[in-house]
């Protein structure tokens, strides 16, 4: 039975990782194609992150809601119903990705200047981030096919769609960043070029599916605007709820950065790199999470309600040895990786010790990331939206601040400002996850 469950964790996580991991992936080559033009433009570029993270949040919101209204008409095998909330998001989408991109456009000086405190990458960041923002349809769009696709199961797509996605922007950031093959050496404009070139191919992959291959989801009658009052109010109480956490969480990530920003680019830089490892533990993380969350969430709506605790033991000692071996990895591999981005000794030296942070922060984070995934399962949504906003948007930058600004501890105060973060995140997982499961078991959650 045990291994039944293993084998379990394996076949729905292991799709959902090889996913993120190429998310991953492809913004490890991204951030050293950008590093060959030095410490300035890796840090302009790592500041647009978090501002675009907060536009994308709504999209993000709209895609976690087509998925679930798409995988609940399949299994109701009503493409009909399906395809009503399928189209009423996406044309939701175009709109305001429309809208609200050609606004971040247009306003990106005044958006990075709050984002970004450093003067020497402030003109690189506002040049980066408006070619992103004025062609975010593409992405926006990339987005709720792939989460409709899969809501009725269909994950090979987009993994296939996030391939493309990789391939092209490595090619064209390949050309125009330093200028081969005859294309004009562009810089950090032409990794930005990159990027949207990268979202318009997978947008392209998973509108090919849809359109030639898709026996559920369909395209006809997207133009068809027909009002329906219960649908609205079902996307608006989904997505709603969705987009406060998000966008919450997101200022929190954002009130961080720019904390960060008040520091030196050199010291950004390293920093910034080091990031790429935790997004690698969050990947593995996101994929441990989703297999806890469908397994613990079939669990409960089959009623085998002694098979929670099993699923979560597993799933959570699968998050140990993956994060054991990461950390292991990350350590002993240190000042390889820190060697593909930098050439001076000084920052890999700092880089070195920044692992050994990442290996810590790894545990704390896998865990947690499963944690909450199975209370997601269980039905429990609140609990982990709470944590979330106390956490990043209190917590972390609270700490970071008092110890940057305050006490003085440069980049050691933001590094102590995660670890304080991330254990409290950790702790309360812990008990509400004991909890929320104590609970279900008692009929109280059911």
Not at 47 to 70: R, W
Not at 306 to 323: A, D, F, N, P
Request: proline share 2%; charged share 15%; net charge positive.
């Amino acid at each position: 039975m045990a291994k039944s469950r293993y084998r379990e964790i394996a076949e729905i996580g292991i799709p959902a990782v090889l996913e993120s991991l190429v998310a991953v992936i492809i913004t490890s080559i991204d951030t050293k194609m950008i590093s060959g033009l030095g410490s300035q433009a890796l840090s302009a570029v790592s500041f647009t992150s978090q501002p675009k993270q907060i536009f994308f949040s709504v999209f993000f919101a709209l895609g976690t809601t087509v998925s679930i209204y798409t995988a609940q008409a399949t299994g109701r095998e009503d493409a009909k119903e399906g395809n009503v909330y399928f189209h009423s998001i996406l044309r939701m989408t175009v709109l305001l990705s429309l809208i609200l991109g050609i606004g971040a456009a247009v306003f990106a000086q005044p958006i990075m200047m709050l984002c970004n405190r450093q003067a020497d990458t402030l003109a690189l960041s506002v040049r980066f981030f408006r070619v992103i923002m004025g062609f975010s349809v593409f992405h926006a769009i990339s987005i709720v096919l792939n989460a409709a696709l899969r809501g009725i199961g269909n994950t090979k797509v987009t993994l296939i769609a996030a391939i493309a996605n990789g391939a092209v922007d490595i090619v064209v950031n390949y050309l125009l960043i330093e200028g081969h093959c005859g294309f004009p050496r562009l810089e950090i404009v032409g990794d930005a070029i990159g990027t949207v070139a990268g979202t318009v191919a997978a947008c392209g992959v998973s509108l090919f599916f849809i359109l030639r291959h898709s026996d559920f989801l369909t395209l006809k009658g997207v133009l068809s605007v027909k009002k329906d009052p219960a649908v609205a109010k079902n996307i608006r109480g989904k997505a709603g709820n969705t987009v406060s956490e998000n966008i919450l969480t997101r200022l929190g990530f954002l009130i961080s950065s720019i904390i960060v920003s008040g520091l030196s680019s050199d010291v950004t830089a390293v920093y910034a790199v080091t990031m790429i490892l935790l997004n690698y533990s969050f990947a593995f993380g996101d994929g441990l999470q989703t297999a806890a969350s469908s397994l613990i969430g079939r669990s409960k709506g089959a009623g085998h309600y002694g098979e929670i605790k099993k699923y979560l033991r597993s799933c959570l000692l699968t998050g140990v040895i993956v994060s054991a071996v990461l950390s292991v990895i990350y350590i002993l591999g240190s000042s390889w990786f820190f060697g593909l981005y930098f050439s001076d000794t000084n920052s890999i030296g700092q880089g070195i010790k920044y692992s050994y942070i990442a290996a810590l922060l790894t545990f704390l984070q896998i865990l947690r990331i499963i944690m909450v995934g199975s209370m997601r399962g269980m039905g429990e949504v609140k609990i982990p939206r709470k944590m979330a906003t106390l956490c990043v948007l209190i917590i972390n930058p609270g700490v970071s601040f008092l110890l940057t600004q305050v006490v003085h501890l440069g980049i050691w105060g933001i590094w102590i400002g995660s670890m304080v973060s991330q254990a409290g995140w950790f702790v309360m997982s812990c008990i509400y996850t004991r909890r929320v499961n104590h609970a279900v078991e008692n009929g109280a959650l059911r």
